[in-house]
């Protein structure tokens, strides 16, 4: 029986998810989180066979679970769910250390088996998703070299963002969102917003 603890933010997320699972004969989620501090406890007070974490929460964000996770526990299987393409998160996710990634629009039978995959020590590629769009053929796109941070700051400076309302949404000074901007400038060769829209339009980044 594969124990599974899942951590999402949304309530009516995780009753759906539980129900889905609740047909499987060989998997059961047996504790759930709606944070990552709340993760985090649970993994301490006992053990799962694998762990189910949202990308995008409030607080503690699943990428930020993702590296606590793999500091404490680190052969514990994770997959991540996210609303987000595959495309954009799942090579940062694997980066961290994730044993699987899939957006949440996927059918069940492939969560299914992306949890038995991990379950087993695999590591599960999305479907459809080329080995080099995770960097595994040496050929890594510069973008994913980005952090989490830099990630989150580039997506509101596409959207058109100023610098002085990003640091206002993101509570930090113009000055710290401006040094963020000019180190994933120089991660990407670019100089300038307009070419960092024009990059992320070529390389099919959205907003």
Request: aromatic letters at 6%; hydrophobic letters at 40%; a neutral charge.
């Amino acid at each position: 029986m594969i124990e599974i603890l899942m951590v999402d933010d949304h309530a009516i997320f995780r009753s759906g998810l539980r129900r889905l699972l609740a047909d499987e004969i060989d998997m059961r989620i047996v504790a759930e989180a709606g944070n990552g501090h709340a993760a985090i406890e649970h993994l301490r007070c006992r053990t799962f066979d694998l762990v189910l974490l949202d990308v995008n929460m409030g607080g503690r964000s699943g990428l930020d679970t993702m590296r606590r996770i793999r500091a404490e526990w680190p052969r514990l299987p994770v997959i991540m769910l996210s609303m987000y393409p595959e495309e954009q998160y799942a090579p940062l996710a694997f980066e961290l250390g994730a044993n699987g990634y899939l957006s949440k629009d996927r059918d069940a039978e492939q969560l299914v088996a992306t949890i038995r995959g991990a379950a087993s020590g695999g590591c599960y590629l999305p479907p459809g998703m080329r080995r080099s769009a995770f960097g595994m053929d040496g050929n890594t796109p510069l973008h994913r070299h980005l952090t989490e941070r830099e990630w989150e700051i580039l997506r509101l400076i596409i959207q058109g963002i100023s610098l002085t309302e990003i640091g206002t949404r993101l509570c930090l000074s113009v000055k710290t969102i401006s040094t963020y901007r000019t180190r994933l400038l120089a991660k990407l060769n670019l100089a300038s917003n307009a070419e960092l829209v024009r990059y992320c339009l070529e390389q099919g980044i959205s907003d």
